[in-house]
């Protein structure tokens, strides 16, 4: 799903009348991640009350394209749901010299669900590549293709698995923890959003599903995750989330092009001086996601600065 948004902003950081020091001017592009897409979008709209002169042109392509768009100068600011792999930080090393620079500018993760009136309560890391993969690359004997096979039903009942397309983080990031970077079957349905496979798995009894933990509602029954067998399943919430004992938790980040010793152009470190900013990480838990902590938030300005 592309998602194309202008918005113009204006970009005062403190909560009164900007003084006319802070004003900012310029078109600032983001492109990248579209699990990311909903927080740019409200922390975009946060800021169109003021300095009218400055304007973000955001587009939610997938992380994949964030590289890309960051390597070949079509963008500014390339949001991810993944880290970069080594392959897209050697190629920006090749084109400009230096590595790119990486912000953390929420918690995230990857939430696994199924219908609300499925008796599955949970599922292990070895369960889900068995559900997704062809390779079982995790240890699997033999593939999950009924839900008999999984949670014992009486009646046999086919399985069907929902996921993401292959140019999102959130793929890629899943592929690599639940499929121990395995492949996917090739009958798994991939969607291009997020919102997509929610309200797949919410319309169909014997689907499940994953997305990121801002998008999952009342409609799917979210899933407790084990490392392996015979170890505690974790339901994802902040606390579980923050600090990584929920298996799919993941950062979110933000990277931009900036030389070393160099501080970012202003248009750019003033939206993401927002961002870490109080209000900015409000904004976060509003839209389902999980905020930095004050502690982390400094260090993601340290990097900045």
Avoid at 72 to 83: F, K, N, Q, T, V
Avoid at 205 to 216: H, K, L, T
């Amino acid at each position: 799903m592309r998602l194309a948004l202008a918005v113009a902003l204006a970009l005062g950081l403190c909560g009164g009348p900007a003084r006319a020091l802070d004003r900012v001017t310029g078109t600032l592009t983001s492109v990248g991640s579209d699990t990311a897409s909903v927080l740019i979008m409200r922390w975009a709209a946060a800021f169109q009350a003021r300095h009218p002169g400055a304007r973000i042109q955001a587009q939610a392509s997938g992380s994949a394209s964030a590289p890309i768009a960051l390597i070949e100068g079509a963008a500014d600011l390339g949001p991810m749901s993944r880290p970069m792999s080594a392959a897209e930080e050697a190629a920006f090393r090749t084109r400009y010299g230096h590595a790119p620079t990486r912000i953390v500018v929420a918690h995230d993760a990857i939430t696994v669900f199924v219908h609300p009136d499925n008796p599955l309560a949970s599922a292990s890391l070895a369960d889900l590549d068995a559900i997704y993969s062809s390779t079982r690359a995790c240890g699997a004997g033999a593939a999950i293709r009924r839900w008999a096979d999984l949670i014992g039903a009486a009646a046999p009942r086919s399985l069907l698995a929902v996921g993401r397309d292959s140019g999102s983080g959130t793929h890629e990031l899943f592929r690599e923890i639940a499929l121990c970077g395995g492949q996917y079957r090739a009958d798994v349905v991939a969607w291009p959003g997020n919102g997509a496979v929610v309200a797949t798995v919410a319309g169909n009894r014997e689907a499940i599903g994953y997305a990121g933990f801002g998008y999952v509602n009342r409609l799917v029954r979210t899933l407790a995750i084990a490392r392996g067998p015979g170890q505690p399943a974790i339901v994802p919430d902040e606390r579980s989330i923050v600090s990584g004992r929920y298996p799919l938790s993941r950062p979110i980040y933000v990277y931009l092009n900036r030389r070393p010793q160099l501080p970012p152009a202003a248009l750019p470190s003033a939206f993401l001086d927002y961002i870490l900013s109080d209000e900015g990480q409000r904004l976060v838990r509003q839209e389902g996601f999980v905020p930095l902590d004050t502690d982390e938030a400094r260090e993601q300005r340290a990097v900045l600065h």
